[in-house]
């Protein structure tokens, strides 16, 4: 139905930055939402932030001001800047898309890409 791959993660820095991208291809025109979900390990995976079909944003708190997630709509692709990164960003990083399949909201996730935060 809806494909995602991630591209983007890497290791930087504390203070530094890196942008996320997610390519979503399929039945795109049946997207409700997108989000990115980070995991570390033995942590449950957790959002992040999250932008609708209509271009609303929410995020968590502990990356309110730092993160800004956003979508291209001609390139149908959600991105997520990270910037001043903590430590405790670090994690797998996966995008998350909310899809009407048949009426019904679905959940299609990408294969994650690693975002470590280290000096």
């Known amino acids: 139905q809806v494909q995602l791959v991630e591209s983007g993660g890497g290791l930087v820095q504390p203070g530094g930055s890196l942008r996320l991208s997610c390519a979503a291809s399929g039945s795109i025109f049946s997207i409700y939402a997108m989000g990115w979900y980070r995991q570390a390990p033995g942590k449950q995976r957790a959002l992040v932030a999250s932008?609708?079909?209509?271009?609303?944003?929410s995020y968590v708190d502990s990356v309110k001001g730092r993160f800004t997630i956003s979508r291209d709509n001609a390139k149908n692709t959600v991105y997520l800047q990270m910037n001043s990164l903590k430590p405790e960003d670090a994690g797998v990083h996966y995008c998350?898309?909310?899809?009407?399949?048949?009426?019904?909201?679905?959940?299609?996730w990408g294969q994650g890409t690693q975002v470590t935060v280290s000096s």
């Open positions: 932008i609708t079909s209509g271009g609303t944003a």
């Open positions: 998350h898309a909310g899809v009407f399949v048949g009426g019904l909201l679905r959940d299609y």
